[in-house]
T-cell receptor, first 114, second 116 residues
Framework: SQELEQSPQSLIVQEGKNLTINCTSSKTLYGLYWYKQKYGEGLIFLMMLQKGGEEKSHEKITAKLDEKKQQSSLHITASQPSHAGIYLCGAVLSYGGSQGNLIFGKGTKLSVKP | NAGVMQNPRHLVRRRGQEARLRCSPMKGHSHVYWYRQLPEEGLKFMVYLQKENIIDESGMPKERFSAEFPKEGPSILRIQQVVRGDSAAYFC??????????????FGDGTRLSIL
């Protein structure tokens, strides 16, 4: 089973509408990262969350990490065509040792209709 | 202020040939990670390196794949005797310190490997 579940898998919204993408794990998230990927391109770092209850915003995008540190949400307010792409959550699921790799969800494909 | 640089962007190889993928981390970053993205699948970790050391290769296939990060020069992901199943996008990421939830990894644009 997938260690990080993202929902929904895909989303089509009308320009100007708000939307939320979720990322859930059965394990503690020691660090939660949100990235955006456009087709055929690399990943653009959006935000990093570490502490339970933490919330960060950048322009019209807000990300939250729940108190239990097992779920994160990404909220986009007043969506624009420039927000279209694939949103990926990545996380550190074990702490310490020599591991530093991120586990990723399968992504949420967002389309914004003008 | 260059980001993570990967080359080539696209690489075509015939079955049985070797593929070499290069990654130069961001300035000041000494931790490099390689990931593979197969069609319709998520990003999967392959290997984590620091200068001259492989720290974690738990995601690397046991055969044909190797990685290095020499003292001078870029990190190299090498695939010998490529097969069709190796077709994928290979991404490199770098961080300033080890990622334990408090350091972002910054990604390159990837190398898209196609096997004929």
């Amino acid at each position: 089973s997938q260690e990080l579940e993202q929902s929904p898998q895909s989303l089509i919204v009308q320009e100007g509408k708000n939307l939320t993408i979720n990322c859930t794990s059965s394990k503690t998230l020691y660090g939660l990262y949100w990235y955006k990927q456009k087709y055929g391109e690399g990943l653009i770092f959006l935000m990093m969350l570490q502490k339970g209850g933490e919330e960060k915003s950048h322009e019209k995008i807000t990300a939250k990490l729940d108190e239990k540190k097992q779920q994160s949400s990404l909220h986009i307010t007043a969506s624009q065509p420039s927000h279209a792409g694939i949103y990926l959550c990545g996380a550190v699921l074990s702490y310490g040792g020599s591991q530093g790799n991120l586990i990723f969800g399968k992504g949420t494909k967002l389309s914004v209709k003008p | 202020n260059a980001g993570v640089m990967q080359n080539p962007r696209h690489l075509v190889r015939r079955r049985g040939q070797e593929a070499r993928l290069r990654c130069s981390p961001m300035k000041g970053h000494s931790h490099v990670y390689w990931y593979r993205q197969l069609p319709e699948e998520g990003l999967k970790f392959m290997v984590y390196l620091q200068k001259e050391n492989i720290i974690d290769e738990s995601g690397m296939p046991k055969e044909r794949f190797s990685a290095e990060f020499p003292k001078e020069g870029p990190s190299i992901l090498r695939i010998q005797q490529v097969v069709r199943g190796d077709s994928a996008a290979y991404f490199c990421a770098s961080s300033q310190l080890q990622t334990w939830g408090n350091q972002p990894q910054h990604f390159g644009d990837g190398t898209r490997l196609s096997i004929l």
